[in-house]
């Protein structure tokens, strides 16, 4: 869909241009809910931006076909939330988890309109189908400093529950399970992840995607918070480690996995939240917490996959293994 003439004039505005040079189409979004595109200027304050432009289709086209109200209406506010991300939460996001600054918003109940920086001009150019371990450390250690910043955060105007799959907003694809434990433990495994003493802010859809990388791979910055909201860090840990680790690396590198996240999550608390919001803070509870919860946020995914896309090639041995263990830990918690 083309910028109109009075699009194209605001945007100049914005960025004190003379005129736009071109316009390319990253990607459209999903279920064809309008396009994400980047702006090039002459002669600007940014050499680029990147406008977000949302409109809500009547029909919308899920590749699954989970058509269906609730699916839009989901849809709809994840994209109410992720304005207020930019408006509320976005600037409090430094180096150590840089995400775009929002240069503007505009919204209707029929569209929405987000310009944001664009985080080429920062150096971060780079979107990875693939990563090594290694690189996949770079983004485990942003989700660490992104929870230590919004540790014990309200969340007001997010997601209640952060996470595109989380139970309450996912029924039609848990009635769709099979007859299995894990779908009569959907419940307790939801309240559990939640029953910590502490919680923060999670991305929500932490997948590798949503992650952009320098040209060395030393640092990464993240986009797309449609489905950011209070939850437990492990929830976007597990859905990161399955969206670009196979089941053999998490088999063998679970252990030091969890380990590097804790040690940096530890640093990050200590250099985001000042001495009054930790008076009584024990990270010694959080962490021994946060680790017991790992194998349940594993299951929660495999509950919500099962649902929707039975034979996903996320469903492994290794997540089975955890969703065996997070079964475990309920069967012992009800002793």
Not at 12 to 31: D, P, S
Not at 260 to 277: D, G, M, N
Not at 313 to 334: F, I, M, P, V
Request: proline fraction near 4%; hydrophobic fraction near 35%.
């Amino acid at each position: 869909m083309p910028l109109t003439t009075e699009q194209q004039h605001k945007l100049c505005q914005l960025n004190q241009a003379t005129q736009l040079e071109h316009c390319h189409l990253i990607q459209t979004l999903w279920g064809g809910y309008g396009e994400l595109l980047r702006i090039h200027f002459n002669q600007a304050i940014h050499p680029s931006l990147i406008v977000k432009s949302i409109s809500y289709p009547r029909e919308a086209d899920h590749p699954r076909g989970w058509n269906t109200p609730l699916s839009h209406q989901r849809k709809v506010h994840s994209y109410q939330v992720e304005s207020a991300w930019y408006q509320h939460y976005a600037k409090h996001c430094d180096k150590r988890c840089p995400v775009p600054s929002l240069i503007d918003l505009n919204s209707s109940p029929e569209a929405q309109w987000l310009v944001l920086e664009d985080l080429h001009n920062q150096g971060f150019t780079q979107v990875k189908q693939h990563v090594s371990y290694q690189q996949a450390l770079v983004c485990i250690g942003w989700l660490a400093n992104f929870h230590g910043r919004f540790l014990q955060s309200n969340g007001q105007h997010l997601w209640p529950q952060g996470g595109y799959w989380h139970l309450a907003t996912r029924p039609d694809e848990h009635t769709a399970m099979a007859n299995e434990p894990l779908k009569h433990a959907a419940k307790a495994i939801d309240q559990a992840l939640h029953n910590s003493h502490y919680h923060c802010l999670i991305h929500g859809d932490a997948k590798l995607a949503n992650f952009c990388f320098n040209a060395p791979a030393t640092r990464v910055a993240a986009v797309d918070f449609q489905y950011v909201g209070k939850g437990c860090g492990m929830q976007d840990l597990a859905l990161f480690m399955g969206s670009c680790l196979s089941q053999q690396q998490c088999f063998d590198q679970q252990d030091e996995i969890l380990d590097i996240y804790f040690a940096e999550l530890q640093q990050a608390i200590k250099h985001y939240q000042t001495s009054a919001s930790l008076t009584g803070f024990d990270f010694a509870v959080l962490e021994q917490q946060w680790r017991a919860r790992y194998p349940l946020a594993w299951a929660d995914f495999q509950r919500f996959l099962k649902g929707w896309s039975p034979g996903h090639w996320k469903l492994n041995d290794y997540s089975e293994q955890q969703t065996q263990l997070a079964l475990h830990y309920l069967a012992e918690q009800r002793q």
